[in-house]
């Protein structure tokens, strides 16, 4: 499907493209939608709760992500997506609001912090910390000082953020 020429994306077409059952389908289809995603946030909110599958809804999350400014319906909504089902949702929500830099984020992150799931405690303790310090880079800091706890969490191959790993 191509959206270079089409006036609208819908929600529903969204969910079509984007609510898949692989990750390699998802990856093609969401690099496709990248360069577009700020003329496609409302239809994105749209399709998130109709994604059958997390792959779908982290699909919507990581398109979210290359939106900067986010606004306040995509904060919102990662806020919400930070208590989905799925893990990779979960993570992938967590980064969105780290990388706000907002600390409007912080009492949802502070939340996440003792987590049962220590990947997202982990995760989310690593972006309070990017928060307080205004510095997106602050999250490979904080996985470099707490790298034991990293590989204890994530396995021995654990180094730095998720962007260098």
Not at 106 to 132: G, M, Q, Y
Request: hydrophobic share 45%.
């Amino acid at each position: 499907m191509q959206f270079g020429t089409m006036p609208k994306v819908t929600a529903k077409d969204l969910v079509k493209l984007l609510d898949q059952k692989t990750i390699g389908k998802l990856n093609a289809a969401g690099w496709s939608l990248a360069l577009q995603a700020s003329d496609l946030v409302r239809p994105l909110i749209d399709a998130f709760p109709l994604m059958q599958g997390h792959l779908g809804r982290k699909g919507v999350l990581w398109l979210l992500m290359r939106v900067v400014p986010a606004p306040d319906e995509v904060i919102d909504l990662a806020k919400a997506a930070c208590f989905d089902k799925s893990y990779l949702v979960r993570s992938d929500a967590v980064e969105l609001l780290g990388r706000t830099l907002s600390d409007d984020v912080l009492p949802t992150l502070e939340s996440l912090a003792n987590d049962p799931d220590p990947r997202i405690a982990f995760s989310a303790r690593s972006h309070i910390f990017a928060v307080k310090q205004k510095d997106p880079d602050a999250v490979s800091d904080y996985w470099d000082a707490h790298s034991k706890e990293a590989s204890e969490v994530f396995g021995k191959n654990a180094k730095g953020s998720k962007r260098r790993r």
